[in-house]
């Protein structure tokens, strides 16, 4: 079988689900009207690819949310994106990392969302780390040709997918705490949550732990309406202990997934992924389903 064609945005984060998203798409629960409510976007990938109609996306990183931002208001378009990349793309190869370090405190400076991009899409890896101060700290990606022709259109291309998709869509982008998303969901919502993995190694916007585990438990239980949430169940070492204490009332499917770490084929890292959910998902052959009160044979028939 063709494996399906997955979108990726312009701006990328580590942890990004890109090889998921199908598996995510097949287990939402989703009516033609649902407004998807995604209080962790990140890159944004899966909601992009659902493309509902109606959507929150959410993140407390300001820069991802003024990014899209910008791309809804016209200020930044595919046009101007492609002038911007050949222009700083064409520095950059002339004057190496000294030019990328002058971007990125040009960016710690005055956060603009063309000059993300252009960190974003040359630092190491395609991270997105902050210090303390909130100041950008990623180191300078080294390749030769960064900005070639092909990967600026590849990245003017994906702008353009966003511009048309909000053409026709009703997407909002909220920079605020997930608490405060979750709250703005009715019962027409879906909510899915990919929140940085607890008990793993995080170097996303904000730190994650139990306290934060269990606020997003509360939060989610009290919204009353259906919700998915990606997390990790174990790897061969270890298991995530908060799969079977905090979300023991939810409904698991898991798939194994490899994450990389750096470029290297040999940094790939086995992971059992899960995702919990409120309410009985979709089935399919080679994924395994478990529940705290396990699924009668009439529940799964039903699906
Ligand atoms: C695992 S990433 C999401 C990845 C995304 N699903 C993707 O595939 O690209 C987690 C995101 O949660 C955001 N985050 C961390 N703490 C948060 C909080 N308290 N409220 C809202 N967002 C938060 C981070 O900024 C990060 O973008």
């Not at 002339?94 to 002058?102: G, I, M, V």
């Not at 607890?198 to 139990?210: A, C, F, L, Q, T």
Request: with cysteine; charged share 25%; net charge neutral.
């Amino acid at each position: 079988m063709m494996p399906e064609k997955v979108f990726i945005p312009p701006i990328k984060i580590q942890g990004i689900k890109t090889k998921l998203v199908p598996w995510i798409r097949k287990n939402a629960a989703l009516r033609y009207d649902t407004v998807w409510i995604e209080p962790f976007m990140g890159s944004g990938i899966v909601g992009f690819n659902i493309a509902p109609e109606k959507a929150i996306f959410a993140d407390i990183n300001p820069c991802i949310i003024d990014f899209y931002n910008h791309i809804k208001s016209g200020k930044i378009n595919s046009h101007l994106v492609r002038e911007f990349l050949e222009e700083e793309g064409e520095k950059l190869a002339k004057l190496n990392d000294a030019y990328y370090y002058e971007v990125r405190e040009r960016f710690n400076k005055g956060h603009e969302p063309l000059d993300f991009l252009f960190l974003n899409r040359s630092c190491f890896n395609g991270m997105i780390r902050f210090n303390k101060n909130y100041d950008f700290n990623v180191p300078y990606g080294h390749k030769p040709k960064r900005f070639s022709k092909a990967y600026i259109t590849k990245i003017v291309n994906q702008v353009a997918f966003i511009e048309n998709k909000l053409k026709y869509s009703d997407w909002d982008f909220l920079c605020q705490s997930f608490e405060e998303t979750i709250t703005m969901a009715t019962s027409d919502s879906f909510i899915y949550c990919d929140p940085p993995y607890i008990g793993r190694h995080v170097d996303y916007y904000d730190s994650w732990d139990e306290k934060s585990e269990l606020a997003l438990c509360a939060a989610l239980k009290k919204s009353g309406t259906k919700f998915m949430l990606s997390t990790w169940d174990h790897n061969d070492f270890r298991t995530n202990i908060y799969v079977k204490s905090v979300w023991s009332f939810c409904n698991k499917i898991t798939k194994e997934h490899f994450y990389h770490v750096g470029g290297s084929e040999k940094n790939r890292n086995p992971m059992i992924e899960a995702l919990l959910t409120n309410y009985i998902p979709y089935i399919g052959i080679n994924e395994t389903m478990k529940s705290n009160e396990q699924l009668s044979v009439f529940d799964i028939a039903l699906y």
